[in-house]
């Protein structure tokens, strides 16, 4: 048993060790020795509050049964993952740090004296606002979650569900929330406890909903950022300051990411968060736009244009990490880099399902990391470049962002793709994107359009090099 | 007249807030994967509260309503300490630098 100022002060170093973890990602380099204070932050935390409790009967073995299990679970999952299904990882981690605030939350509601909090039915009034915050708000990061979950996984449909009031209904939802909190702490009544969460659950589930498929990097964002409010939550109400710490630290962090991705579709979040995007405008648009001529080609054009190339730089896309064409691509890049042929990757703020999505994939294909750019260091030597190789991306190319103020995608920066003496284009169809916006780009005359699954051409263009 | 300890840990929060902000802006973008799942890592420290209401019935009552609870966000939390930190490790292992050999 150790002194509650002592365990508070490990608490606070756990708390400091995880901001190290987080620094550490600044490079490459010191990430993984950060990753390792993170886990040495949450070594201490752990054995700190066996200690701090001192309680080593029976209940201590079964919480380590429950470690254990669920650990290695866990680490079976870590393990077998494979890179391109990071995004439905992630939204699922999030769903398990949302349930367990909320079962911490309703343990500390039913047993108020195990954490010092008052009786039941006579909770302190702060741990009780406390508590029914981090509980609504872990209810609203699992509901939504599992959404978010089920679209990338593809067992539910990524396109928007949408129906009339849907936004009234939220709203008043959202409005209730806040009245039952309210209700609560006034009466500090069970029946709206669980009237709460019931209630909290389904606004998460209807928040989702109507999000689509190529917004899912806010939503991902943003649910980090709620899994960290929800933390912090139940840290006010445990007290703790390493809960603390971490929950801020998570909510800000997801919340910057939210930013950074909405600012990369140049859409607000309100925009993103309300919905339906994409569902209305590709009626109309398919009408104006109809059979232009486009110059398609095959592996072995490719082959010709890139061998002939002094520079090439690969704007990879969703598309590519759908075909898993992530090898392939490394592999044809090798067959150039043996010609002299300088190669880059340019990678949009938005590209695939989640912040920083390819740049995972290219490092599993062991593409150094010094060869792949961000937008904003790479979209001037497109100009230079003599071709472009787009791989399984659309809109984020879409040259329309910068001409027509009309479109959707007005003012959303792109890559300038189009500044390249020639573009190769690989894709399935001429099908527009996730917009449902046309891209000019497939038309221009220096354009060639190469049909096919992302990953077959790239291994037929390396055949032909 | 003294000041409530939940002024304490608001300043706490509010600081630790103005610390994320800047620690994660300076994480390069190439890492926002990553930074994402550590980040789920971290935020499931939450099995502290766990731990203590799965311990909170004492020797005589291990299993009751509120330790059950307890029990269940121990291993929802330690899938995710597990996993997240282990997946994590994976990714990071995989960001190399170009071979200057070559």
């Known amino acids: 048993m150790i002194s509650a100022n002592l365990s508070a002060i490990f608490y606070l170093i756990s708390g400091v060790l995880f901001i190290l973890a987080l620094r550490g990602l600044s490079s490459p380099e010191t990430s993984?020795?950060?990753?390792?204070?993170?886990?040495?932050?949450?070594?201490?935390?752990?054995?700190?509050?066996?200690?701090?409790?001192?309680?080593f009967s029976t209940g201590f073995i079964v919480v380590l049964i429950f470690i254990l299990f669920g650990g290695s679970i866990g680490a079976f999952i870590a393990y077998r993952i494979p890179m391109t299904a990071m995004p439905e990882l992630v939204a699922g981690f999030h769903s398990l740090v949302g349930l367990a605030a909320v079962f911490v939350a309703i343990s500390a509601f039913l047993n108020p004296e195990a954490f010092n909090l008052g009786t039941p039915g006579n909770i302190k009034l702060g741990s009780l606002i406390e508590m029914s915050i981090g509980a609504a708000v872990g209810a609203i990061t699992f509901s939504g979650s599992v959404i978010a979950f089920l679209k990338l996984q593809g067992i539910m449909s990524g396109s928007p569900i949408t129906f009339k009031g849907q936004h009234f209904i939220n709203a008043t939802i959202l409005i209730s929330i806040i009245v039952l909190i309210y209700l609560l702490c006034t009466t500090q009544s069970s029946n709206l406890f669980w009237f709460l969460l019931i209630i909290s659950f389904l606004i998460g589930f209807l928040l989702i909903i109507p999000i689509g498929g190529a917004d899912m990097p806010v939503v991902i964002s943003m649910l980090n950022s709620y899994s960290g409010w929800a933390a912090a939550g139940i840290g006010f109400t445990l007290e703790n300051t390493a809960l603390i710490i971490t929950g801020a630290l998570v909510g800000s962090s997801g919340a910057i990411l939210s930013y950074i991705m909405c600012k990369g579709m140049n859409r607000s979040f309100f925009n993103v968060i309300l919905g339906g995007f994409g569902a209305t405008e590709d009626n109309n648009s398919n009408l104006t736009k109809?059979?232009?001529?486009?110059?398609?080609?095959n592996a072995d054009d490719a082959a010709f244009l890139m061998k002939n190339a002094s520079s090439v730089i690969i704007v990879p896309g969703y598309g590519m990490a759908v075909a898993q064409a992530q090898h392939a691509l490394r592999e044809m890049v090798d067959t150039l880099k043996k010609n002299d042929i300088k190669v880059s990757y340019a990678i949009h703020p938005v590209a695939g399902r989640m912040p920083g999505h390819m740049n995972v994939l290219l490092a599993e294909a062991?593409?150094?990391?010094?060869?792949?750019?961000?937008?904003?260091?790479?979209?001037?030597?497109?100009?230079n470049a003599d071709v472009a190789f787009v791989i399984g991306a659309n809109d984020v190319t879409n040259p329309v962002a910068k001409t027509d103020p009309q479109s959707p995608i007005y003012g959303m920066p792109v890559l300038d793709v189009e500044k390249c003496k020639s573009v190769l284009f690989v894709?399935?169809?001429?099908?527009?994107?996730?917009?449902?916006?046309?891209?000019?780009?497939?038309y221009k005359e220096n354009t060639l359009m190469l049909f096919a699954d992302a990953k077959k051409m790239t291994e037929d263009i390396t055949k032909n090099l | 007249?003294?000041?409530?300890?939940?002024?304490?840990?608001?300043?706490?929060?509010?600081?630790?807030?103005?610390?994320?902000?800047?620690?994660?802006w300076s994480v390069t973008p190439s890492l926002h994967t990553p930074l994402m799942s550590v980040t789920n890592a971290i935020s499931s420290v939450i099995i502290v509260g766990a731990i203590i209401a799965g311990l909170s019935g004492g020797s005589e009552s291990v299993f009751n309503t509120s330790s059950i609870f307890g029990f269940l966000a121990i291993a929802l939390a330690a899938i995710n300490i597990f996993g997240g930190f282990l997946v994590t490790q994976r990714m990071l292992a995989m960001y190399k630098k170009k071979k200057k050999d070559k």
């Not at chain 1, 894709?427 to 497939?442: C, E, Q, V, W």
């Open chain 1, 366 to 383: 062991n593409v150094p990391y010094d060869e792949v750019f961000e937008l904003e260091e790479i979209n001037n030597d497109f100009a």
């Open chain 1, 290 to 297: 109809e059979q232009r001529p486009v110059k398609s080609g």
């Open chain 1, 32 to 55: 993984r020795q950060g990753n390792l204070f993170g886990i040495l932050g949450m070594i201490i935390a752990i054995t700190v509050t066996f200690l701090s409790i001192g309680n």
């Open chain 2, 1 to 24: 007249m003294e000041i409530d300890p939940l002024i304490f840990r608001l300043s706490i929060f509010i600081l630790s807030i103005f610390v994320g902000y800047y620690v994660v």
């Open chain 1, 427 to 442: 894709k399935r169809s001429l099908s527009p994107g996730y917009a449902g916006i046309d891209n000019d780009l497939f």
